[in-house]
């Protein structure tokens, strides 16, 4: 996405309950679907962070990637969603 002015880059682990109030307000934004984008990186959740995040990339008007990692912990997460960056 070329035009994208804002990333918003989450990682995460096991945090579907906070997830489940954090994402309609990050796709709920003023912004122009164009503008931005949101990119998760779920770090071995167990608790169905990964298979929310699943369903709300249907609904996204932005642009919206997820992605389920084995768990590598704190040094290797934070790094993985930079490679999808694109502002």
Known sequence: MSGTKLSVVIATFNRRHSLER?????????????????????????????????????????????????VRGQRETPESPLRRVTS
């Open 22 to 70: 954090t994402v309609p307000a990050l796709l709920a934004q003023d912004l122009a679907p164009e503008d931005y984008e949101l990119i998760f990186v779920v770090d071995g959740s167990t608790d169905g962070t990964f298979e929310l995040l699943r369903g709300q990339n249907r609904v996204a008007p932005c642009e919206f990637w997820s992605r389920h990692i084995a």
